[in-house]
């Protein structure tokens, strides 16, 4: 299926949400960011207090729902940083992507605000650390030493911005390829540059290893949620479960090269994964993925999938249903 017929399936999709003026919180992307700010002020003072939570906030914690403070709430030591944060005014999402270490654990942290009347109403937390044990070790590289493309928090030249749709068609692509890795490139564009950093370890030249089919052990990517649009600096940053059967054994790249996959028995990555568009094309990712039981659900996932991939769009709840959906109005 090609790119245009994508962006129409996506239209459809959307066709249902409510305008934008109705559903536009009162917060601009200023207002957003100082937000994150005061939110990673409280985080590590442990302090809840100091932060704009809304009565009755929600917290989880890679995938858990609990009460606020808890989890690292109650271990942060200190923030390593820097802190790379995204916003959209549009939906009431921010983004931030930092480290943290706790005790003598450091690790990758990506966090998720939903924010209505300048109240933080839901927290998500992503947090990975090379103690969460998996088979395969879920990848991690040098805490310390970390630096994100600087790139990601530029704003786009206008001439090179896209439309909210067409950015998350293009996102979605990414997943589609990665989901049905057989060497086709599906609904997406990658930059010849364009680099992937999982936990701060770096995976370049995409493309090519798209091209070649090294991730077709995949199963599925599910349950995909495209919740936060930064429009100024060409950011969509998603939600999405990749899971691994543990069935194929050995397989051959699209060149012959025989392999075997690394992935032994059924298993899932939870990620959190930001993508950079500009010029029509994806030109920088950055995710925080976790491993977690094979088929786990998110607590934000309205209407999980129970196909082979796809995007998962909630019909529009009505105003007393709770909770609302964390996809924005497109």
């Not at 207090?49 to 890679?62: C, D, H, T």
């Not at 005014?89 to 924010?115: C, E, H, M, W």
């Not at 990749?242 to 397989?251: E, R, Y």
């Not at 659900?297 to 998962?312: A, E, F, I, Q």
């Amino acid at each position: 299926m090609g790119l245009k017929r994508s962006l129409a399936v996506l239209l459809g999709l959307w066709s249902s949400a409510p305008a934008l003026a109705a559903t536009s919180p009162a917060c601009d992307k200023t207002c957003l960011e100082q937000v994150a700010a005061t939110y990673r002020a409280a985080y590590l003072a442990h302090d809840p207090k100091r932060a704009p939570l809304a009565a009755g906030v929600r917290f989880s914690e890679n995938n858990v729902e609990m009460a606020l403070p808890d989890g690292t709430w109650s271990t942060v030591a200190r923030e390593i940083g820097p802190a790379l944060t995204v916003s959209d005014p549009v939906a009431g999402q921010v983004g931030i992507y930092t480290s943290i270490q706790q005790n003598d654990v450091q690790g990758f942290l990506a966090i998720r605000l939903k924010v209505r009347g300048r109240k933080i109403t839901e927290v998500e937390h992503i947090i990975s650390t090379k103690r969460n044990l998996s088979a395969p070790p879920t990848p991690i590289g040098p805490v310390e030493t970390f630096v994100h493309n600087p790139d990601l928090a530029l704003p786009v030249p206008p001439g090179e911005r896209m439309g909210r749709r067409a950015m998350v068609a293009l996102a979605d692509g990414y997943f589609t390829t990665l989901e049905n890795n057989d060497g086709a490139i599906r609904n997406t564009r990658f930059a010849p540059d364009a680099k992937r950093y999982e936990n701060g370890m770096e995976f370049p030249e995409i493309e090519k290893n798209f091209r070649a089919g090294r991730y077709r052990f995949n199963e599925r990517v599910r349950d995909r949620e495209y919740f936060l649009i930064d429009e100024a600096r060409g950011i969509v940053m998603s939600r999405a479960f990749i899971d691994h059967k543990g069935v194929l054994d050995a397989f051959e790249l699209t060149d012959g090269t025989k392999t075997r996959s690394i992935f032994r028995e059924p298993q899932s990555w939870s990620v959190l994964e930001l993508f950079k568009i500009k010029g029509g094309q994806i030109t920088a990712i950055e995710a925080t993925f976790i491993q977690v039981p094979y088929y786990m659900r998110s607590p934000w996932t309205p209407k999980p999938d129970r196909r082979k991939g796809g995007l998962s769009v909630p019909p529009p709840m009505p105003a007393t249903s709770a909770p609302a959906s964390t996809n924005p109005p497109l």
